[in-house]
């Protein structure tokens, strides 16, 4: 079964970036999303990426936020620019229907 490995997260102060990357261990031939949860909430989706790269993305990351795909090195990226405290969660990539199975995402913590 194919696994999901996040990676990039970290400690950044308001208007900062990060990027993130999620990397496959096989060939994933469905849109993929980049999701996050912050506590007490739910999963969400903020962004999305077709096979072919159309994307879409959440109204509250709409501007700021990046997604591409890699399909050579079966890697998706989440390019995350203007950081604000709300965006503060643990960031999680999947396919956009019949999820695989969840990593364990990476931490995105955005200071005031």
């Known amino acids: 079964q194919v696994q999901l490995v996040e990676s990039g997260g970290g400690l950044v102060q308001a208007g900062g970036s990060l990027r993130l990357s999620c990397a496959a261990s096989g060939s994933i031939f469905r849109a993929m999303g980049w999701y996050r949860q912050a506590p007490g909430k739910q999963r969400e989706l903020v962004a999305s990426i077709s096979r072919g790269g159309s994307t879409n993305y959440a109204d509250s990351v709409k501007g700021r936020f990046t997604i591409s795909r890699d399909n050579a090195k079966i890697t998706v990226y989440l390019q995350m620019n203007s950081l604000k405290p709300d965006d503060t969660a643990v960031y999680y990539c999947?396919?956009?229907?019949?999820?695989?199975?969840w990593g364990q995402g990476t931490q995105v913590t955005v200071s005031s």
């Open positions: 999947n396919t956009v229907t019949d999820y695989i199975s």
